[in-house]
């Protein structure tokens, strides 16, 4: 596959050009230099327009070739949006280099920039350069590090961006600042952090509703590394998160700017019509208002994923034989070495009001009933000789909604699966019931094992 730059034949577009034919050299693949030819706003006759275009072309081509490149080229005519979305190079390439600027004026029926078009409809990794495209040529060239912010979250598009992070380590030295923009009332919520109402009793810093609750800043921090990895190549990585409130782009090209990163990468769910006007989309904010160059990454293929067994498993435990089954279950399933976390909940009562307001972080059982719930779970843990090594978590917490405690755990605790066995024997007060496995299989974001009755 070949490294794939359109141009527009401006000063703009060869520093694009530059940068892609260094990329290209240090892939390892030609390069495939489409000229557009746009005869709607040219102000001379087209066929002397046309030959003019093609001359300037060939002397862009030969110009690159010089560097150490093999590069062919082609004139395309018409809409620069469309004819190159519509172009079978563009969609076979490894990469999409584009120049932001130099694409003149647009018409009135159409507002969305020519970088922003491709972006948006490109099923390839597309490089927008903007006017530091000379950064992007020493990385190339080996000559500097690449100052790379990468926005991070839970969504595809999100993991094909970061998996595309190892393609430009490939190119050359890359220097990562992986940015996740948290909103802290959301995630309190997610987690199950209770905030009480007597913030008078906090930290001064923990007053601040814009700032992340420590105990919540230790899952989110845990979350980005897990979701960003191990990086090949070589570079320092940074983890950052950003609470903050409103469109995520804002943030993340404020990040950008205080830590003058050379290139912002995204990822791109291209959605169109009402379904991005209803989400939002976090790359279009980004194309359109970055002062740097924005590397945009579709998440066009599914994610592979290896077929291993869980690392972690979570067990709801209400102190029946339906448990003791589920615990039996998560054990064999768990791969050595992992964790097997037991949660026992306990429903609110009138009586836990005061208790409970005053209560910071995730809310325990009562302190006259913790230790013996604790005691209880332990028992629970099996001993057998000779079975693999597998930690053991113990949690009680009290909840007014039994399937949303447990769904706040496998957040808090990153569990790889749930494992839950449901009880109707008669004349025990047991809580996990089909209702609360069905909420469950519902509402939680991890898979869900059920071991019925």
């Known amino acids: 596959m070949a490294v794939v730059c359109a141009t527009n034949l401006s000063e703009a577009s060869g520093r694009s050009a530059r940068a892609a034919a260094a990329i290209a050299t240090r892939l390892g693949e030609p390069l495939w230099l489409l000229g557009v030819f ?56 490894r990469l ?62 999100s993991a094909a961006a970061v998996a595309w992070l190892h393609e430009l380590r490939r190119v050359g030295p890359c220097d990562v600042l992986a940015v996740s923009v948290c909103s802290p009332v959301e995630e309190r919520e997610r987690l199950g952090i209770h905030t009480p109402v007597h913030l008078e009793l906090l930290d001064p810093v923990v007053r601040r ?18 979701r960003v990895g191990e990086l090949p190549g070589e570079g320092r990585l940074e983890l950052l998160l950003e609470p903050g409130f409103g469109r995520p782009a804002d943030h993340l090209l404020h990040v950008a700017h205080a ?25 279009a904010g980004v194309l359109r208002h970055a002062e740097q160059s924005v590397a945009c990454v579709p998440c066009t293929q599914p994610p592979v994923r290896k077929s291993v067994p869980p690392r972690s498993v979570l067990v709801p435990v ?48 009562p302190p006259r009933e913790q230790s ?49 066995g449901t009880s109707d024997a008669p004349g025990h007060s047991s809580y996990l019931d089909d209702a609360v496995a069905r909420t469950l299989v519902e509402r939680c974001r991890r898979p869900v094992v059920v071991l019925h009755a």
């Open 38 to 93: 746009h005869t709607e706003h040219s102000s001379r006759p087209a066929p002397r327009a046309r030959e003019e275009a093609r001359a300037r072309l060939s002397a862009e081509a030969s110009r690159l070739h010089s560097l150490g490149v093999s590069v062919e080229a082609w004139l395309l005519e018409g809409a620069p949006g469309t004819v190159l979305v519509e172009d079978e190079r563009v969609r076979r390439a």
């Open 96 to 157: 999409l280099v584009v120049s932001a600027d130099g694409w003149g004026h647009l018409p009135a029926w159409h507002r969305t920039p020519v970088h922003e078009r491709l972006a948006q409809q490109a099923h390839v990794p597309v490089l927008v350069v903007r006017h530091q495209g000379d950064a992007l040529v020493d990385w190339a060239l080996g000559r500097r590090r690449l100052q790379v912010l990468a926005g991070v979250d839970d969504s595809r598009a």
């Open 209 to 226: 509703i814009e700032v992340l609750d420590p105990q919540v800043e230790r899952v989110l921090l845990r979350e980005l590394r897990e």
């Open 259 to 283: 830590h003058a990163v050379d290139l912002v990468l995204v990822g791109n769910h291209q959605r169109g019509g009402l379904a991005r006007l209803w989400h939002g989309s976090v790359s």
């Open 318 to 365: 209400d102190f029946s034989e339906a448990s003791s089954r589920a615990i039996s279950q998560a054990r064999s399933l768990v791969r050595p070495g992992g964790r097997v976390h037991l949660l026992h909940v306990r429903r609110r009562r009138p009586e836990d009001r005061s208790w409970v307001m005053d209560q910071y972080g995730v809310v325990p059982e």
């Open 372 to 420: 013996a719930v604790l005691e209880r779970l332990k028992a629970l843990v099996p001993r057998e000789d000779g079975a693999p090594e597998v930690h053991w978590t113990l949690e009680g917490v009290t909840h007014d909604d039994v399937a949303r405690a447990i769904c706040q755990a496998t957040e808090r605790e990153g569990v790889d699966l749930v494992c839950l």
